[in-house]
T-cell receptor
Framework: DSGVTQTPKHLITATGQRVTLRCSPRSGDLSVYWYQQSLDQGLQFLIQYYNGEERAKGNILERFSAQQFPDLHSELNLSSLELGDSALYFC?????????????FGDGTRLSIL | AQKITQTQPGMFVQEKEAVTLDCTYDTSDPSYGLFWYKQPSSGEMIFLIYQGSYDQQNATEGRYSLNFQKARKSANLVISASQLGDSAMYFCAMRGSTGNQFYFGTGTSLTVIP
């Protein structure tokens, strides 16, 4: 158990809809990262938050947004969903910004768009 | 630019044998961390081992060791005495001294043959 909690584990919805994925980091971790993993594109970094502030942005679509709340949990919002958004979405957390601190991953949310 | 390269899409190893998974990296950061993660078919990402760029000795964690060759910019994972449960996808990752983002390779699929 990594200590990172992601909900829901599975999500099935239709094109055009909007969903929210939730992540609770490990106790004490200030950084939260979101990744998308699809079969054809590997593990893609989306966005990082540190103590409530956005720190780095990767290949995140404009239809996607995220935030980190004062209690450090984070949400990833996906809107106007397309078939290509079907993927495994991971949240990971780490203590801070040091190069030596690993990320610990949640079990992921598997999103299926019908 | 930061980059991680894993050139072996798939590897096979006989049970109880050792196997080396290759990883090369590119960075201009003077200080960085190198990580390996395991992703079994169930989907979760499991942190295995960490190597710091200034560490003099290669990291070891049980049956996992990291063959770090700084001049060659390589950080190969060595798994000794392979077990059937080692069959999984393995990702190499790097984090620079700014700590804002992790960079992942495309992964190597390892299959352990009984």
């Amino acid at each position: 158990d990594s200590g990172v909690t992601q909900t829901p584990k599975h999500l099935i919805t239709a094109t055009g809809q909007r969903v929210t994925l939730r992540c609770s980091p490990r106790s004490g971790d200030l950084s939260v990262y979101w990744y998308q993993q699809s079969l054809d594109q590997g593990l893609q970094f989306l966005i990082q938050y540190y103590n409530g502030e956005e720190r780095a942005k990767g290949n995140i679509l404009e239809r996607f947004s995220a935030q980190q709340f004062p209690d450090l949990h984070s949400e990833l919002n996906l809107s106007s969903l397309e078939l290509g958004d079907s993927a495994l979405y991971f949240c990971a957390s780490s203590e801070g910004g040091g190069a030596g601190q690993p990320q610990h991953f949640g079990d992921g949310t598997r999103l299926s768009i019908l | 630019a930061q980059k991680i390269t894993q050139t072996q899409p798939g590897m096979f190893v006989q049970e109880k044998e050792a196997v080396t998974l290759d990883c090369t990296y590119d960075t201009s950061d003077p200080s960085y961390g190198l990580f390996w993660y395991k992703q079994p078919s169930s989907g979760e990402m499991i942190f295995l081992i960490y190597q710091g760029s200034y560490d003099q000795q290669n990291a070891t964690e049980g049956r996992y060791s990291l063959n770090f060759q700084k001049a060659r910019k390589s950080a190969n994972l060595v798994i000794s005495a392979s077990q059937l449960g080692d069959s999984a996808m393995y990702f190499c990752a790097m984090r620079g001294s700014t700590g804002n983002q992790f960079y992942f390779g495309t992964g190597t699929s390892l299959t352990v043959i009984p």
